[in-house]
């Protein structure tokens, strides 16, 4: 007989191996999946999460990691932050959408005037719209007691609605011979969030995303407020009986959240992507719920689940140029990665214990 | 602008086409919480059962198997939320998500090769009369068996919650699984089966989109419509007639959204096509004051200690 043994404590030792034993899990799983899907398996996972730091070209996809790490990371610590207390943002993706379309307005609206306060305005407007956005379920919550899950989702689809209407009207590129999309950022220096150093992939999302770690980081473990998010999504009883007060949480988790996920929507549209296009989001909101768990809601575990997810990003790319592995296998790895991890957390939270039937 | 060309008996037929996949969702989850189980997988599992029939009818040539494996679609797709949360005992919310992420890669990838297809139509129910009825006949008589079953379906689980003492033990379980426990029921068994019957509505439901709804499959094609189920649930406080009625409302809203947008309203696309979904949230604010009827258990996990 197997059976299931609450730990008192969550253990330590499984908590930081589950997301290593899931990453093995995925890859196993994974290549079976590329097997059945005819592609050699091995030289699929090796394409994924070899050739992009080590392989031939290497010197071409290492910025692209931090690129496309950024968003991931940036997103995924606000959302660690709510998961953390159990308020459930999973409407991260339109908040990208909005602080993208809001930063890029924002931007447009001095265009061509060139001043060095352009951009700093832009960062915090996107960041404010982010804000704002998340802000509507958060004030529903609090207010009306509405469930946050579904108000943000629901969110998601307004807001890609909104980008979609930037795109094609109020956005749109006056000069852009009719096709929908906003004028190109990369074209106007005050509004263009180069990279730091030519050819690294640093620009100032990845700066930004680097603060937040370090932030999130402090805040969890220094200051009450951080002690308030654990307390709260540990033992919620006790923190009401400590004072903890839910609304002020709840804005704040959400804020925050819908803030930092504003955030890498503008540096998005005014680096990498360059401008406001109906495809614009290409689902990092959603993405960075699996970094989330992954690093364990951990700050420091965010920054490098948000590496590994950037790796598969592009990987599955160079496997679907060279391998013509579809892009859809990569979001079904991506899935897979989050549903190992739930599933070894059972080692965390409880002992197995094998003992003989008892005789009646 | 051309009001006039909106037939009012089309739409109602037409409302209560868009409504169908809504309300096989809804029904499946609202089984699913009232045993106690919070799931947020509605849209992977949808969308597994609209890719899983639309192969099916594809290759067999015939819609009703088509369903049928939806639902067994569905249902085997729901095993894996079964084994987060009832087996390894991972938190409901994360698990759903999980699934629906999982669902969404899974469907597109399955889905590559029935891009473009048209699958086979099932017939209408024509009953000779009836049906050639002037407004009546349309509205009531015209439809494909499936909107039926769907409305069978919400009759079947209202009379078994009711008045079954299956509907009994499961709602005993969703209020408080200790008590289930201590008087015998077998409260991971009857939630497992639960989470399947919601598995098997909701592929149903997708299905319904993919097969004759739109009919043909594009990837994420389900579009938020399990989270508009979800949404719904809680809108029906628990109630499969208020479901019933909740689906047409948001059924209503789409077909007159989507008509508005034929007809050249002066209002923008974009602003008719995300209606459905502020509206969803308005309803939302405006039901969520009462939460009595929510089962007490939702959401947490049970785990029987010795």
Redesign the interface.
């Known amino acids: 007989m197997i059976?299931?043994e609450?730990r008192p404590q969550p253990s330590r030792a499984w908590s930081l191996a589950t997301p290593l034993v899931a990453v093995l899990a995925t890859m196993v799983f994974g290549g079976l999946l590329f097997a059945m899907?005819g592609k050699p398996p091995i030289e699929a996972i090796r394409t994924i999460f070899w050739d992009p730091l080590f392989g031939e070209f290497a010197f071409y996809y290492r910025p692209q990691l931090l690129v496309k790490g950024a968003p991931l990371v940036l997103i995924a610590i606000g959302l660690s932050l709510g998961f953390k207390a159990g308020i459930?943002n999973?409407g991260a993706e339109g908040q990208y959408i909005i602080g993208a379309i809001v930063g890029a307005a924002v931007g447009l609206a001095f265009y061509p005037y060139e001043a060095w306060y352009i951009f700093p305005l832009m960062v915090i407007s996107g960041a404010l719209g982010g804000w704002a956005w998340a802000m509507?379920p958060a004030v529903?919550k609090v207010r009306?007691?509405?469930?946050e899950?579904?108000?943000s989702?629901?969110?998601v689809?307004?807001a890609e609605?909104?980008l979609?209407?930037a795109s094609?009207?109020f956005l749109k590129n006056p000069e852009g011979f009719g096709f929908p999309g906003s004028r190109n950022l990369q074209d106007y220096p005050s509004a263009f969030n180069a990279d730091l150093i030519a050819g690294s992939g640093m620009h100032w999302g990845v700066v930004a995303a680097l603060i937040a770690v370090i932030f999130a980081y402090v805040l969890l473990n220094r200051h009450m407020l951080g002690f308030h998010i654990r307390l709260t999504g540990e033992a919620p009883r006790a923190a009401r009986f400590a004072g903890v007060n839910p609304s002020r949480l709840i804005l704040l988790c959400l804020g925050m959240s819908g803030a930092l996920a504003g955030l890498a929507g503008l540096f998005e549209v005014s680096g990498p992507a360059g401008q406001i296009s109906i495809d614009f989001n290409v689902g990092y909101g959603?993405t960075a719920?699996?970094v989330a768990?992954l690093g364990r809601l951990h700050p420091i575990g965010i920054m490098l689940a948000g590496g590994l997810m950037a790796l598969t990003y592009i990987g599955g790319d160079i496997a679907q140029s060279n391998l013509g592995l579809?892009?859809?296998?990569?979001?079904?790895?991506?899935?897979?990665l989050?549903?190992f991890l739930?599933?070894?957390?059972?080692l965390t939270?409880?002992r197995i214990t094998l003992h003989k039937p008892e005789v009646a | 602008m051309d009001l006039s060309a909106i037939n009012p008996v089309l739409l109602i037929a037409s409302l209560m086409v868009a409504a169908t996949p809504i309300l096989l969702a809804a029904i499946g989850e609202l089984v699913v919480e009232k045993a106690g189980v919070l799931n947020l997988g509605v849209e992977g599992m949808m969308i597994i059962g609209a890719i899983g029939g639309f192969a099916i009818t594809v290759e067999t040539g015939s819609p009703w198997l088509g369903f049928i494996a939806s639902a067994a679609c569905g249902a085997v797709f729901s095993l894996l939320f079964v084994l987060l949360t009832q087996v390894a005992q991972a938190n409901q919310v994360a698990s759903g998500l999980a699934l629906t992420l999982f669902g969404l890669g899974l469907s597109a990838l399955l889905g590559q090769s029935y891009v473009g297809i048209k699958p086979p139509q099932m017939g209408k129910l024509e009953i000779p009369f009836l049906s050639d009825l002037p407004v009546i006949g349309p509205i009531l008589f015209g439809h494909d068996p499936i909107l039926y079953i769907g409305i069978a379906l919400t009759a079947g689980v209202w009379a078994l919650l009711k008045y079954s003492r299956v509907g009994l033990v499961l709602r005993a379980v969703g209020e408080n699984h200790d008590a289930a426990h201590a008087l015998g029921y077998k409260v991971v068994r009857i939630r497992i089966l639960a989470i399947m019957f919601g598995g098997a509505c909701a592929g149903l439901g997708g299905a319904y989109i993919s097969l004759i709804r739109v009919p043909q499959w594009t990837e994420g094609m389900t579009a938020g419509v399990g989270w508009i189920a979800l949404a719904l649930v809680v809108f029906s406080s628990w109630k499969p007639w208020r479901a019933l009625l909740g689906a047409y409302l948001f059924g209503g809203i789409t077909v007159v959204q989507l008509n508005l947008q034929a007809a050249g309203v002066a209002i923008p696309v974009e602003y008719l096509a995300m209606s459905p979904y502020v509206i969803t949230i308005i309803v939302l604010v405006i039901l969520s004051a009462d939460k009595s009827s929510a089962p007490a258990a939702l959401g947490r996990n049970f785990h029987a200690s010795r």
């Open positions: 059976s299931l609450k899907l459930w999973i509507i529903l009306f007691g509405t469930n899950i579904l108000v989702l629901m969110l689809y307004v609605q909104l979609a209407s094609l009207r959603f719920i699996i768990f579809p892009s859809a296998a990569i979001q079904v790895f991506q899935g897979m989050l549903f739930l599933a070894l957390d059972l939270n409880y």
